[in-house]
């Protein structure tokens, strides 16, 4: 069965950094792209971060660019998200989720990790 | 960036009846590949979103052919035949014709 469950979600103060992490099962990981969406308290979603199955493109939202970094590594079937310079904007679910490597469509969402900024 | 604008933001709908939602594109979404790249989800109470409708009307596996999405230039629509109970929450449409990719603002659909 296809997998995706993301880690590392927590409470951490403005400023801080923290780095959150998606475990991938069940499905061919360099065959897809893997994505970062979020969705703040009460709100709609909103896009974070894709990185390509051999990690040669790579885009962040305007919102995070500069502070987030994106890695993944195929032998291990992981994603990472870096976050430095926190904010309180950036309180949210975080969504790790797969998606089409030409379609671009989002087939597979994870659980989710939260992630609190707050002093 | 492209902006998603949907309507109604909030529709309450009587089992068993249609329903529909917009979702219009502040421009085309029309890829090379002659598929529009919009997709739809919907976000059930407590849980995470899950994919209804690919490149503007295609189902994903397991959704009920009670689901249904067209497009029309810049203007896209998702329709439920007779709406279930189960099928409440948050539908969101979204564009991943090009970063930063764009949700709409989400439609609540819940029981009269």
């Known amino acids: 069965e296809v997998h995706l469950v993301e880690s590392g979600g927590g409470l951490v103060k403005p400023g801080g950094s923290l780095r959150l992490s998606c475990a991938a099962s069940?499905?061919?990981?360099?065959?897809?792209?893997i994505n970062w969406v979020r969705q703040a308290p009460g709100r709609g979603l909103e896009w974070v971060s894709s990185?390509?199955?051999?990690?040669?493109?790579?885009y962040y939202a305007d919102s995070v660019k500069g502070r987030f970094t994106i890695s993944r590594d195929n032998a291990k079937n992981s994603l990472d998200l870096q976050m430095n310079s926190l904010r309180d904007e950036d309180t949210a679910v975080y969504y790790c989720?797969?998606?089409?490597?030409?379609?671009?469509?989002?087939?597979?969402w994870g659980k989710g990790t939260t992630v609190t900024v707050s002093s | 960036d492209i902006v998603m604008t949907q309507s109604p933001l909030s529709l309450p709908v009587t089992p068993g009846e249609p329903a529909s939602i917009s979702c219009r594109s502040s421009?085309?979404?029309?890829?090379?590949?002659?598929?529009?790249?919009l997709d739809w989800f919907l976000q059930k109470p407590g849980q995470s979103p899950q994919l209804l409708i690919y490149?503007?009307?295609n189902r994903a596996s397991g959704v009920p052919d009670r689901f249904s999405g067209n497009a029309s230039g810049t203007d896209f629509t998702l329709k439920i035949s007779r709406v279930e109970a189960e099928d409440v929450g948050v539908y969101y449409c979204?564009?991943?014709?090009?970063?930063?990719?764009?949700f709409g603002q989400g439609t609540k659909l819940e029981m009269k």
């Open positions: 069940g499905f061919i990981f360099t065959s897809y792209n």
């Open positions: 421009q085309s979404l029309l890829h090379s590949s002659g598929y529009n790249f």
């Open positions: 990185i390509s199955p051999r990690s040669n493109n790579i």
């Open positions: 989720t797969r998606s089409h490597w030409y379609y671009y469509y989002m087939d597979v």
């Open positions: 490149l503007g009307s």
């Open positions: 979204m564009q991943v014709l090009q970063t930063p990719y764009t």
